[in-house]
C-alpha cells in the first residue's frame, strides 16, 4: 500500500521545520488536517502560512504515524 504524502528531501536549519524536529526522509500525509497528496500540496499549503503560525502537521518517519507542532519562522527569501 503507497501512502500519499510529501517525501522530505532536505530540511534548512532554523526554521520552523528544523526546529519541530522534521527530518529528511519524513513524509508529511497532512499540514492542520488537511491532506497532503504530494509536493505541490505541501508547497501550497506552506504558503498559507504567516511567521509565527502555528500548526500541526502528521507525518510518517520509520512507518509510524506522529504528529509535530510547527512554528513558522520569517520566509526566505528564496522560497517565496
Known amino acids: 500500500e503507497t501512502q500519499a504524502g510529501a517525501l522530505i528531501i532536505e530540511v534548512f536549519p ?3 521545520a528544523a526546529d519541530a524536529g522534521i527530518e529528511v526522509g519524513d513524509v508529511i500525509v497532512s499540514i492542520g ?3 497532503i497528496l504530494g ?3 505541501l508547497s501550497a499549503q506552506i ?3 504567516q511567521p ?3 500548526v500541526d502537521m ?3 518517519r520509520d512507518g509510524e504515524e ?3 507542532t510547527v512554528t513558522f519562522g520569517p520566509k526566505p527569501a ?3
Request: avoid cysteine; charged fraction near 25%; proline fraction near 0%.
Open 39 to 41: 509536493i505541490a500540496d
Open 47 to 49: 504558503r498559507t502560512y
Open 33 to 35: 488536517g488537511v491532506e
Open 52 to 54: 509565527g503560525d502555528v
Open 58 to 60: 502528521v507525518l510518517i
Open 66 to 68: 506522529q504528529t509535530v
Open 14 to 16: 532554523d526554521t520552523g
Open 78 to 80: 528564496d522560497l517565496n
